[in-house]
């Protein structure tokens, strides 16, 4: 009898520890799997925000003069309006490339827009703004295009954030051949964080500006359907100087309100999404290849989903769960880049209801 209890002992022994075991691996598997999710829960914990911006009121109307707009913003009038730079680096996005030039064109002496041969995170490339250039005949005489050729020998460790900062140096070598000049604007921004043409309009004609100034912007995901929060604050406004430096980084604690819009994955093309998910320097939160799936790619975004299926990256918990969850529609259409307006049609997948996107 003993040695039977014994035995049962043994054996309950034996099925606690291996069930302990797989309780401990799958525990150990599921915190790998999602670390990156638990790092962002516990972000309100660890880490401290940056000091709060100072917001510069925006004001505008139409039909109001400019020079009353400078005063209201405390600014005055120029004798004459200063030329313009926008500078960006360039990757696949041509639609947003073509609404942000049709929306500046008015405004900017010259668009420079430098690309490479080969991707932030070491894959080749084709050179999509210049095989489609034709697209942008509109703008020809304002452009100053840079390429940028990179080789990599093969099995070569890649740093995205060198590869692309690498980028922003060889641009301003290229912004220095562009003919740019002490006291002139100059914008820099991502592709997709376009300024509204009333805000550059109003940084071309006044003075009294502040040497340099970050243009907050709507932030927008996957098209203008799905609006997240005024939170994009990386576009930069600079009085031109030698000292001038492309970044893509907080320079001062000024920001100018509500300047224009931010459309974050905003492709035609579930392709384009892919080559973006698997280029740009957050390459590494592809951390399962289904990720990569059309069919769930196109899910995520009419359901205004994160691709990654990552919480928001917020100080306070507060913030973060009131982001949690699927991006709200709206459907509204008002006050966006004015092309996109006055092509609707062939730009509908940016639109309220326009979800659905092509696979290639």
Same mark, same amino acid.
């Given at each position: 009898?003993?040695?039977?209890?014994?035995?049962?002992?043994?054996?309950v022994?034996?099925?606690s520890?291996l069930l302990?075991l797989?309780?401990v691996?799958l525990?150990v598997?599921?915190i790998?799997? /999602?670390?990156?999710n638990?790092?962002s829960f516990?972000r309100p914990l660890?880490?401290?925000?940056?000091p709060?911006?100072?917001?510069i009121p /925006?004001?505008?109307?139409?039909?109001?003069t400019?020079?009353?707009?400078c005063n209201?913003h405390g600014w005055?009038l120029?004798?004459e309006?200063r030329n313009? %730079?926008?500078a960006i680096l360039?990757n696949n996005e041509?639609?947003l490339?073509?609404?942000r030039w049709r929306?500046?064109y008015?405004y900017?002496?010259?668009?420079?827009?430098?690309e490479?041969?080969?991707?932030?995170t070491?894959?080749?490339k084709?050179?999509t703004?210049d095989?489609?250039?034709e697209?942008f005949?509109f703008?020809?005489?304002?452009i100053?295009?840079?390429y940028?050729?990179?080789?990599?020998s093969?099995?070569?460790?890649?740093?995205?954030?060198l590869?692309?900062?690498h980028h922003?140096?060889?641009m301003?070598?290229?912004?220095?051949?562009?003919?740019?000049s002490?006291?002139?604007?100059?914008?820099i921004?991502?592709?997709?964080?376009?300024?509204?043409?009333?805000?550059?309009?109003l940084?071309q004609? =006044?003075?009294?500006?502040p040497?340099?100034l /970050?243009?907050?912007?709507?932030?927008?995901?996957?098209?203008?359907?799905?609006?997240?929060?005024y939170?994009?604050?990386r576009?930069t406004? /600079?009085?031109y100087s030698r000292?001038?430096r492309?970044?893509?980084s907080r320079?001062?604690d000024?920001i100018? @309100?509500?300047?224009?819009?931010?459309c974050?994955? =905003?492709?035609?093309?579930l392709?384009?999404?892919?080559?973006?998910?698997?280029?740009?320097?957050h390459?590494?939160r592809?951390k399962?290849r289904e990720?990569l799936?059309y069919s769930?790619?196109?899910?995520?975004?009419c359901?205004g989903d994160?691709?990654?299926?990552?919480?928001p990256e917020? %100080? @306070?918990f507060?913030n973060l769960?009131?982001k949690?969850?699927?991006?709200p529609?709206s459907?509204?259409a008002v006050?966006?880049p004015?092309y996109?307006i006055e092509n609707?049609?062939q730009f509908?997948?940016?639109l309220?209801?326009g979800c659905?996107?092509l696979?290639?």
């Amino acid at each position: 009898m003993d040695s039977q209890r014994s035995v049962t002992r043994h054996r309950v022994t034996m099925y606690s520890f291996l069930l302990l075991l797989i309780l401990v691996t799958l525990s150990v598997i599921a915190i790998f799997d /999602h670390t990156q999710n638990i790092t962002s829960f516990l972000r309100p914990l660890w880490d401290t925000p940056p000091p709060p911006f100072k917001y510069i009121p /925006h004001y505008y109307a139409e039909n109001t003069t400019i020079n009353n707009l400078c005063n209201l913003h405390g600014w005055s009038l120029t004798s004459e309006p200063r030329n313009v %730079y926008d500078a960006i680096l360039f990757n696949n996005e041509l639609d947003l490339l073509e609404l942000r030039w049709r929306e500046l064109y008015p405004y900017v002496t010259k668009f420079i827009i430098l690309e490479s041969n080969m991707t932030f995170t070491g894959f080749p490339k084709p050179l999509t703004f210049d095989l489609n250039r034709e697209r942008f005949a509109f703008a020809e005489d304002k452009i100053v295009y840079g390429y940028l050729p990179l080789e990599l020998s093969p099995n070569t460790h890649v740093d995205p954030f060198l590869i692309e900062s690498h980028h922003r140096s060889m641009m301003n070598e290229l912004i220095r051949r562009s003919g740019i000049s002490d006291g002139d604007l100059l914008i820099i921004s991502d592709t997709d964080e376009i300024p509204s043409s009333h805000t550059v309009k109003l940084l071309q004609q =006044c003075d009294g500006l502040p040497t340099v100034l /970050h243009l907050e912007m709507r932030n927008y995901v996957y098209s203008f359907e799905f609006p997240v929060d005024y939170n994009s604050w990386r576009a930069t406004a /600079h009085i031109y100087s030698r000292w001038t430096r492309y970044r893509h980084s907080r320079q001062t604690d000024l920001i100018l @309100s509500d300047a224009g819009w931010h459309c974050s994955f =905003c492709f035609r093309r579930l392709s384009e999404f892919v080559t973006k998910m698997t280029a740009y320097s957050h390459a590494d939160r592809v951390k399962k290849r289904e990720y990569l799936d059309y069919s769930k790619i196109q899910r995520k975004i009419c359901r205004g989903d994160d691709l990654y299926d990552m919480l928001p990256e917020e %100080y @306070s918990f507060k913030n973060l769960i009131g982001k949690m969850g699927s991006v709200p529609r709206s459907a509204s259409a008002v006050h966006l880049p004015a092309y996109l307006i006055e092509n609707a049609e062939q730009f509908k997948f940016l639109l309220p209801g326009g979800c659905e996107r092509l696979p290639e």
